[in-house]
T-cell receptor
Framework: GDSVTQMEGPVTLSEEAFLTINCTYT??????LFWYVQYPGEGLQLLLK?????DKGSNKGFEATYRKETTSFHLEKGSVQVSDSAVYFC??????????????FGTGTQLKVEL | GAVVSQHPSRVICKSGTSVKIECRSL??????MFWYRQFPKQSLMLMAT?????????EQGVEKDKFLINHASLTLSTLTVTSAHPEDSSFYIC?????????????FGDGTRLSIL
């Protein structure tokens, strides 16, 4: 079955540091890939998505590129802020979709950004 | 933006009682809602897909008689954990999808932390 593997956290960075959160996936078909973010005390929010190979999703300074050859969708940001502290979830959905179908999630990676 | 309200946010109850969790889409209609469960330091696992006016579709290994889902209107789905036991303690999260197709993203509630004593 489908699965998503994320790097374990927590990841602790200083403000303005470069962020990478690794995500790899296993899927039988051609999935769509997503990053969700959960700020403290809030629900999950869609951060970015990519629906086919070599697509790059981007939002709020975060980027992730759909790499079919390495089955990866690593999340990056060039300069993190304290306000980026949250839990980040990588997820996939089978087929081309905006995210409205069944989602398979990774375990989540907690990011802490300090001054 | 699209808002999903989940209630209660936290519930503590005795073993053997039934607990109802509500999921409401506040500013859009949701033909489809999803119920997820999250154990500590683990993934969100889809439990069931709830469709308005029809029976929910449960994922493999999820007991439909244990976790009753009712999606009676386009803005409300409920999950009832029947005869709850300590092993049912978990974080339950719902999401709602606007419109009819899968092109629209899911919007998530803030979750319900259920603790069974």
């Amino acid at each position: 079955g489908d699965s998503v593997t994320q790097m374990e956290g927590p990841v602790t960075l200083s403000e303005e540091a470069f962020l990478t959160i690794n995500c790899t996936y296993t899927a039988t078909g051609y999935p769509s890939l997503f990053w969700y973010v959960q700020y403290p005390g809030e629900g999950l929010q869609l951060l970015l998505k990519a629906t086919k190979a070599d697509d790059k999703g981007s939002n709020k300074g975060f980027e992730a590129t759909y790499r079919k050859e390495t089955t990866s969708f690593h999340l990056e940001k060039g300069s993190v802020q304290v306000s980026d502290s949250a839990v980040y979830f990588c997820a996939l959905s089978e087929g081309w979709t905006g995210g409205g179908n069944k989602l398979t999630f990774g375990t989540g990676t907690q990011l802490k950004v300090e001054l | 933006g699209a808002v999903v309200s989940q209630h209660p946010s936290r519930v503590i109850c005795k073993s053997g009682t039934s607990v109802k969790i509500e999921c409401r889409s506040l500013d859009f209609q949701a033909t489809t809602m999803f119920w997820y469960r999250q154990f500590p330091k683990q993934s969100l696992m889809l439990m069931a897909t709830s469709n308005e006016g029809s029976k929910a579709t449960y994922e493999q290994g999820v007991e439909k008689d244990k976790f009753l889902i009712n999606h009676a209107s386009l803005t409300l789905s409920t999950l009832t954990v029947t005869s709850a036991h300590p092993e049912d303690s978990s974080f339950y999260i719902c999401s709602a999808r606007p419109g009819q197709g899968s092109n629209q993203p899911q919007h998530f509630g803030d979750g319900t932390r259920l603790s069974i004593l």
